[in-house]
């Protein structure tokens, strides 16, 4: 039957008096397409050829009677698949039953009442129509169903009877035999070592929900059983809803083609089409997709190997599933979910119905647990960590593709935040990552643009507050970006390892500065530079160090490089060459962020460092913490011990120099002191000072 639309609507009327059909094509024009035809033979005929979406049809007719024609309509179309109207004589009410019996959808007395023939046909296929919706609802749930590994059946204690659908006959692995009794789908497909579990669930009402195992076979499918039982006067209906959880749907095919080969997840391909499905099926309802994603995952595939990434992959999907299984509540609702393999490290999970975004934290909070307790891998216990964005159906989108982008942007945020947490989904995130992708695009420009220019921190010493030095630190004038901090570009540099050519830069600019402003006289000033990992791992590092040094003819001991602790303890032969390299040319060296890292004081004694400069989130606590001061104390102490510099960064508060000077810290830089700021004005900074 063909659409809806009024001009595309095809009615067939058979009526043997020419007046009638006229008078109904000229009534019907416009919004119904019509074709009339005088005789029952012709009419069967026509509707055979082509078949409309409705008929009016006369009872009597010359050839054939009215009745007849529409029985035998019936036998191939239902009164919703195609309605037939009956026109009958006035008064004729035996007509009005036999149209009926018939199969007739409806009947319209003569002489033809237009207004009302108008009504009447609406009124036919509104509910054909309605019908048409709930068999294309069905059919949608089916394929759902399907896809989603979900089979009910419905169990009628007496007279006893079991209605399966197509797709829990599937599941039990019988598409030919079901079952005739509950007791025979006990005895022939639940695994012997569940039935009393199962037969427990029939029979107990209070227990609504069992996770089962089917066949005899250990690889036979699990499936969740959840009951619903209504009571009818025939007796007690049991509702049967299986879900396939282990991901067999019987057909070892579909596994291979749906499954992933390393987890045994759906592959993202069915975690596609069940999330689709619960979107469809479930309009009303609330769902959370969230990406999961394992912190570090490359540099297990990159120091272990393979098959010990492989291994963490395997162990992460059991935990993403247990997870979702140990407790299938979230306060009083059920929660049903679905794992899959995105690819990559990456896992994708929907969670739902649910009732707020607060359950889906709560289970992205579970899976985090679950992920922290340590794997047996390789012989010895590792943990891995996992970062999880959340997008809610249908409050942050409705549809698949919105759902996985969102909340793999979300995701992505908890990774850049550190990793090991979850993320729900918001709005500015599209703004940071806008941001992002255009700080990443235009970023390798920056430098040959001239956009980039090096801000100076003074540092001071703290009994005098004369200014000893300044920390370099690299500004970005984007043309349109508000403000774009170093922390929002060094890692972008450090990925696309463009901080290779931009911390070169670094130096000469820092080299020349120094000599500009001992041109100017100023000649006892030290100059901080903050160096990346990714220099000291290259070749190049110390030539572009010594040709700066040269270039300049500034002292060796002006310079001093910032590095992070984790890098000492790198032991590759580049790193140490050039570690070495530097400390023999005379070039300073500071450990930067202490407090914030490894802090192995082995690694510290390693090299012959110039100074030491404590994090600021060190700095931040020594006014309420004991503890921080104590600690504070002992490395000044270690750091006399070894003859370096302790430098406190980040210092806010005139508190702060009075506790740093009493644990014995003799230099620092911070706000309170003085932003960074451009050369020149660091120059008259220096200047202005009473010393001079
Ligand atoms: P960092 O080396 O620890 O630099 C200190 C950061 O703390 C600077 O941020 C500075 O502006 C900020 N700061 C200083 N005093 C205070 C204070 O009292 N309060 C607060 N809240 N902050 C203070 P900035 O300039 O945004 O740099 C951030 C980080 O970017 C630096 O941390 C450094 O790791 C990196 N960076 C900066 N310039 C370069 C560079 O030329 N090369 C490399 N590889 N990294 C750089
Ligand atoms: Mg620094
Ligand atoms: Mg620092």
Redesign the pocket.
Known sequence: MSGSRGDDISVVLIDDDPLVRSLVSQALRGSYTVSSVATGTEGLALLARDPPDLVLLDVDLPDIDGFTVCRKLRAHYTSEELPVLMLTGNQDDSAVEAAFEAGATDFLAKPVSVPLLRQRLRFAFRAAGAFQRVIENERRLARGHELAGIGQFEWHVGPERLVCTPQALRILGSPESPPASLEEFFLNHVHPEDAARARALFSNESLVEAEIRLGAEGDAPTVRIYLEVAARPSGKVFFVTMHDISGSVGDPRHKLAYYDAATGLPNRQLFESRLDAALQSSAAQRYAVLFADIDGFKNVNDTLGHLAGDELLRHAAARLLASLRINDSIGRMALSGSVGRWGGDEFAVLVGPIASARDAEHVAARILQQAAEPVRMGGRDQSFRLSIGIAIYPDHGRTRHELIRKADKAMYEAKRAGGNSARLYEPVMEVQATRRSAIEADLPQALEAGQLWLAY?PRFTLDTLAINGA????RWNHPTLAAV???EF?GVAERNRS?LEI?RW?IEQAAAELSRWRAAGVADLRVS????PIQLRGTDFIRGLTDALVETQIRPQQIEL?ITESILLEQTREVTDNLRAIRDMGVGLAI??FGTGYSSLSALLAMPLTAVKLD?SIVLQIEGSAGARSAVQAIVTMCRGIGCTFVA????SEEQVRILRELGCTEG????FS??VAAHKFLERVRAQPNR
């Open positions: 921190q920390e370099a630190l690299l901090r170093p922390n060094i901080i911390g670094v530079v903050n160096v990346s910032e930067d962020d600021r960064e980040g210092i806010d830089q911070g706000f309170w932003e960074p």
